[in-house]
């Protein structure tokens, strides 16, 4: 169902974590530092499933703005030029889609897009997820964005450590675990939005959520543009008598407006690791301006094999213990072991049967 008008809340606001203690020279003191970074993105993950992330310890506002003015160029050249680069040119994954051609729930999204993923081995455009990315001709378009890929891969990386360090995992746990993220099968996009009609029957994103691992979106200016959807049981039984917002859901949509020098995070599907003690969370756009956001996934690696973590079982056993605790809050689902690129296939398979792209953001 589609979401209805949203309703904001403007107390609600998603919680802002510093992650510069993880890039300085470790000693005590930084060691507590980054303990604290952790239990704030467990406390994230668990009540939100998004954040904002500052990264100013690795990158200089400048360098995102920069990257928008090279989408900007690119989405500016004729369509003659940017349908050179089409996703049926590859294997309808990689590439340019048309405004209104990546569809979500059913409905155009009002946007265009250029994606672009982790380069494979021996490619075949022929079979999904195995062709070759398509670069614009812009200057300095593919250097700037090759720069930008190598530091989200470095803070995927360093945003996982938080997040084992977090969840109580042991130095050889967190080992083993970083071996399924050390070469991420990652994906990033440049989006150009118009502005959205009134009267447009649908949105600039349809309501979603991300299915893979972690999403690092450098969001533009434009106020009220990406919404994050809170449930109830995330906000607390007061909602000041809000409606049903999304389809049998009790919750608000909130704006995730742009903080300087910050990525918004969000975590995607694979709560398997977590066996769902962290969950995702929806989120759509609705731009009313003309503007470029540039959203980077970081991915388990393709041959991952996602299984539920001992330590996120831990605390789950610790929590089914605690009677004070509602009994809905001590259920465990029991979560099955998948290897991602499986996972990843079914997908993507559909879409490159019927010639249509995927990622969202």
């Given amino acids: 169902m589609t979401p209805k008008t949203s309703l904001h ?21 930084v060691e507590i530092q980054r303990a604290t970074v952790s239990a704030a993105v467990h406390a994230a993950c668990r009540d939100f499933g998004f954040f904002y992330l500052d990264i100013s310890a690795i990158s200089d506002p400048n360098e995102p703005e920069e990257l928008t003015e090279l989408a900007r160029r690119f989405f500016h050249s004729s369509q003659e030029d940017k349908d050179r680069l089409a996703l049926s040119n590859q294997d309808y994954a990689r590439g340019y889609a048309r405004l209104k051609e990546n569809v979500t729930n059913g409905k155009a999204d009002n946007h265009e897009g250029i994606d ?22 812009v200057p300095l378009f593919r250097e700037r964005y090759e720069t930008w890929v190598e530091k989200m891969k470095m803070l995927g990386l360093v945003v996982m450590e938080a997040m084992a360090v977090g969840l109580g995992m042991t130095p050889d746990e967190w080992q083993e675990l970083r071996t399924e993220v050390d070469d991420s099968f990652w994906v990033m996009r440049a989006i150009g939005y118009p502005p959205l009609p009134n009267d447009y029957d649908g949105f600039s994103c349809g309501a979603h959520k991300d299915y893979g691992c972690l999403t690092f979106l450098y969001a533009d200016p434009t106020l009220g543009a990406l919404q994050v959807f809170l449930r109830r049981s995330e906000v607390g039984p007061d909602l000041s008598g809000l409606p049903v917002e999304q389809g049998d859901e009790e919750g608000v949509w909130i704006n995730a407006d742009p903080k300087p020098g910050c990525v918004v995070c969000n975590i995607g599907e694979r709560e398997i690791w977590s066996n769902g003690l962290y969950n995702s969370t929806l989120h759509r756009v609705v731009h009313r301006g003309i503007n470029y956001r540039i959203p980077f996934f ?35 689902k029991e979560y099955k072991p998948m290897v991602y690129g499986e996972f990843l296939l079914t997908k993507v398979s559909n879409n490159f049967a019927n010639g249509k792209g995927k990622y969202d953001d």
């Fill in 9 to 29: 809340n403007a107390q609600l606001s998603l919680p802002i974590i510093n992650i510069t203690p993880y890039f300085l020279q470790p000693s005590p003191e």
């Fill in 116 to 137: 672009f993923y982790r380069p494979v081995d021996k490619p075949d455009k022929t079979k999904p997820l195995r062709g070759e990315n398509q670069w614009p001709t």
């Fill in 298 to 332: 970081f991915e388990p690696n393709f041959d991952a094999l996602i299984k539920p973590l001992e330590a996120a079982l831990r605390i789950q056993e610790k929590e089914k213990e605690n009677t004070t605790l509602p009994v809905n809050a001590r259920k465990v």
